[in-house]
């Protein structure tokens, strides 16, 4: 059990950034998860924390111990890789022996680890199969056995679900949280996957370009996203976003959209004083917005056309022509009918807007 | 008026005019000529090991078979000697290039930077330069070294060869390797070299395999080094078969005795790791 901390960690290839300073206080038995687009430089940092990729400054410790120059196998973590890393021409039960036979364990106290991880992951009758004859599934919960059997400091994960069909991830999901429950072990978790971000960590790092966009809870990035590519990235469908000019008036500030304009109290929106004459952008999630005329004084109303519907069964989602822009309506009632160009008027609680300052996605 | 249904209209090239099994049929009697053009050759040679010296000249038409010349080629010293000697140099060099080519290959699959980047380029030289260039500069440097009509003489230039030619299939097959099992080795305690020696190599087993043959066939075939690095004390049989054809004549039927004997090792080998040497062409 361990904490583990990067302070200044970047990495570079040649001219190219990969990793630009990276500051992670990781505790001891958390759960973080790093998410981000393809290329954020996510899975560097998780081969860096491994000693797979060498740091090219900064410092990374383990447990109080910088490991900087230490070799991954002196490091004591485990990893799990995207597409499982089983050793082929060992059995299953060879595989989850093989980093104990290396550290030179006893037999039995091996047998006793394999066996034991074998029933935690229910992969006991599989001990004598090779990784080949094995499902997607299976493959990955054994290469999840070969971490726990070691009994490591951390836990890497690079992607593991990314290999699997959607029904078997997200039965995957749940039974890495139930094995958190029963290991609790120090885990960074990579994915591009925003779901399996919010579902799996205690503390979610949203990175793009080799920069941290925003470090924080689930809950903490869902409601307060630093940036409109934090923002965009958590949450599904994406929040809208829509780009305003901003003129004072007497009490409040008028908001002003190509055929569409709307109030904000002055005291509510302090922070808009300094964009006045100005354009801002609002971000407003497809889940706040709900489809009819505002019922109190905090919300706000427009109309749009109704572009298109995708029916989920349980809702549907809409895609509604705003003035010049396009926005995204989730939650509505499945079993509404709504043909495309027909108008709708929608409210959103003006506590659920979200103020933007920089009109494109930044660093 | 009723609407007339029309006919798909038909590519008017030449397969669509056969019969609707025609042409799996066409590509059957293609394949079974193929086959033929290739056996035949083989087939001929073996016919003609098997007629009388007079023979040789009508084998179409002769009835006359014999194994004499069998007996007589594997009666001749030098023969033996050749056989002998040309599967030890096969089995040598295959054995001792195995080593630096797997090596090789891994190095140039799995790291970049100044010195594989150098290995590669003086291999690419060395396949660039046609190889007969090689021969003259070969014969001078085996004199030099006193190794001239040795195994060494023999062996070190086919050692070169196999790496330089074969690094390239086993970069292939590492290529095909997903080197994340190595990562996880390093993780569980292995060093680069232990990862590269306990996970990488078993790994490429069927590649090794492939490799050992083709290396292995590649000098039993090999004519033009042992015809000029070697002499009388190390006869080779690609070059003792050519001594059939001398200044009183030509000796078909024992050259094609010869031949024969010299296939049969080559068809084992090729037999036996078919499935290997297939998969190894393909990369």
């Known amino acids: ?363 | 008026m009723t609407d007339i249904a029309m006919a798909p209209v038909r590519s008017e090239g030449f397969f669509a005019a056969l019969a609707p099994r025609g042409k799996a049929v066409l590509f059957t009697l293609t394949a079974i000529a193929v086959c033929l053009l290739f056996a035949f050759p083989v087939f001929w040679l073996v016919l003609t090991s098997l007629r009388p010296g007079t023979g040789v000249y009508y084998v179409h038409r002769g009835t006359e078979f014999t194994i004499d010349n069998f007996h007589d080629v594997l009666s001749q010293e030098i023969v033996v000697r050749a056989l002998f000697n040309s599967f030890m140099i096969s089995t040598l060099a295959t054995v001792l290039s195995l080593g630096v080519t797997a090596t090789s290959g891994y190095m140039l699959s799995r790291f970049r930077g100044p010195i594989p980047s150098t290995w590669f380029s003086l291999i690419y030289i060395f396949r660039c330069v046609p190889y007969v260039a090689w021969v003259l500069p070969l014969y001078f440097v085996t004199q030099r070294l006193h190794i001239f009509d040795s195994y060494w003489g023999l062996l070190l230039p086919h050692i070169a060869v196999h790496i330089c030619f074969f690094s390239w299939i086993m970069k292939g097959f590492f290529d095909g390797i997903d080197p994340s099992m190595e990562y996880a080795a390093m993780i569980d305690g292995c060093s680069r070299w232990g990862a590269f020696w306990r996970v990488a190599m078993p790994a490429a087993i069927p590649g090794l395999t492939a490799l050992a043959i083709l290396c292995w066939l590649y000098t039993w075939n090999e004519f033009l080094f042992a015809l000029i690095l070697t002499a009388h004390e190390t006869p080779i049989l690609t070059v003792v078969m050519a001594q059939f054809v001398h200044e009183l004549g030509m000796e078909w039927h024992l050259m094609s005795a010869t031949a024969v004997i010299a296939l049969v090792p080559a068809l084992i080998v090729t037999l036996f790791g078919q499935r290997y040497v297939i998969r190894g062409l393909r990369i």
């Open chain 1, 1 to 363: 059990m361990a904490a583990v901390v990067l302070t200044n960690v970047h990495k570079v290839y040649g001219h190219v950034v990969a990793v630009k300073d990276i500051n992670l206080d990781i505790k001891d038995r958390e759960f973080v998860v790093l998410v981000g687009p393809s290329g954020c430089g996510k899975s560097t940092t998780l081969r860096m924390i491994a000693g797979l990729e060498e740091i090219s400054g900064g410092t990374i410790a383990i447990g109080g111990r910088v490991v900087n120059h230490l070799q991954p196998k002196d490091r004591d973590i485990a990893m799990v890789f995207q597409n499982y890393a089983l050793y082929q021409h060992m059995s299953v039960r060879d595989n989850l022996a093989f980093g104990l036979r290396n550290r030179r364990v006893p037999e039995a106290e091996i047998a006793a680890a394999v066996s034991r991880a074998a029933r935690i992951l229910s992969i006991e009758p599989l001990l004598d199969r090779r990784p080949y004859q094995l499902s997607g599934g299976q493959q990955q919960r054994v290469a999840l056995g070969r971490c726990i059997v070691r009994n490591p400091k951390v836990f890497l994960f690079d992607e593991p679900l990314s290999n699997l069909d959607a029904q078997l991830r997200a039965q995957m999901r749940l039974e890495l949280k139930e094995l958190r429950q029963r290991v609790p072990t120090t885990s960074i978790f990579v994915t591009h996957d925003q779901t399996e971000a919010m579902t799996l960590g205690d503390r979610i790092v949203v990175m793009k370009e080799g920069f941290v966009q925003q470090v924080g809870t689930p809950l903490e990035l869902y409601r307060k996203p630093a940036n409109r590519f934090v923002a965009s990235f958590i949450g599904s469908p994406s929040m809208n976003f829509i780009t305003v000019d901003v003129t004072a008036q007497a009490d409040h500030f008028l908001l002003t959209c190509q055929g569409w304009q709307f109030r904000l109290a002055t005291t509510r929106f302090p922070d808009l004083g300094s964009h006045v004459g100005r354009s801002v952008c609002i971000g407003i999630r497809p889940q706040h917005i709900r489809l009819g005329a505002p019922v109190n004084a905090n919300q706000i109303a427009f109309k749009g056309t109704v572009m298109v519907t995708e029916q989920l069964g349980d809702e549907q989602l809409l895609a509604v022509r705003l003035g010049d822009s396009e926005i995204r309506i989730a939650g509505v009632d499945p079993d509404l009918t709504l043909a495309a160009g027909s108008e709708i008027e929608a409210a959103v609680a003006t506590d659920n807007l979200h103020l933007f300052h920089d009109l494109e996605e930044t660093q």
